[in-house]
């Protein structure tokens, strides 16, 4: 059964520019999450998507959204890109069953603002 | 503030030897406390997870320790290998109240020496 799969594995952007990534949950799960991971910050969540609504977001600004898909995949957006959203963007997908269903991570996104 | 704190931030160990990482949080509504395992390059994997109606579960060499009057949990990692090098999280959820967003701690980077 394939994992979570992210794309693209590498992305690198200028200052101001817009960013677009995209994750495939396995198969049967209906919950996305996005976490950003940055160097010494551990990972912080950004959104979580759930049978295509978003169900809540982390403090982070509106320059940062999301969607979900009817086929429940998902993207995430980063507009006016700034040198501090530079890290690596890690897409999760879970069983929405009351929320203690493993949550399984793809390798990540490694966003790279120059 | 929903906020899990990791200590310490990095750990070197003897094979064969004990590795102990530390978390605390302040939620007392968090219910789910899992550890995940992330390598170089991979995404974060989920090791072992415990509910606060217990004390302690162990899983092979791996072992939560909870205390819920502290607000404390751990994971030792017994008979430590070099294949245990990597960097582990722990994590906090409100999971059994529906509520999935996982909060992480900063992570811990292991390293064992042969």
């Known amino acids: 059964e394939a994992g979570v799969t992210q794309s693209p594995t590498h992305l690198i952007k200028t200052r101001g520019q817009q960013a677009t990534l995209r994750c495939s949950p396995i198969?049967?799960?209906?919950?996305v999450y996005w976490y950003q991971q940055a160097l010494g910050l551990g990972l912080q969540f950004l959104l979580w998507?759930?049978?295509?609504?978003?169900?809540n977001r982390g403090n982070f600004p509106p320059r940062f959204s999301g969607r979900q898909f009817p086929n429940y995949s998902s993207e995430l957006n980063v507009n006016a890109l700034e040198l501090e959203d530079s890290a690596l963007y890690l897409c999760a997908s879970s069983l929405n069953t009351g929320g203690t269903s493993e949550a399984f991570f793809g390798q990540g996104t490694r966003l790279t603002v120059v | 503030q929903q906020q899990v704190k990791q200590s310490p931030q990095s750990l070197i160990v003897q094979k064969g030897g004990i590795s102990i990482i530390n978390c605390a949080y302040e939620n007392t509504a968090f219910d789910y406390f899992p550890w995940y395992q992330q390598f170089p390059g991979k995404g974060p994997a989920l090791l072992i997870a415990i509910r606060p109606d217990v004390s302690e579960k162990k899983e092979g060499r791996f072992t939560i320790s909870f205390n819920k009057s502290a607000k404390q949990f751990s994971l030792h990692i017994m008979d430590s290998q070099p294949g245990d090098s990597a960097t582990y999280f722990c994590a906090a959820s409100m999971g059994y109240s529906g509520y999935s967003t996982l909060t992480f701690g900063k992570g811990t980077m292991l390293l064992v020496s042969p």
């Open positions: 198969s049967g799960h209906t919950s």
């Open positions: 998507y759930d049978e295509g609504e978003e169900r």
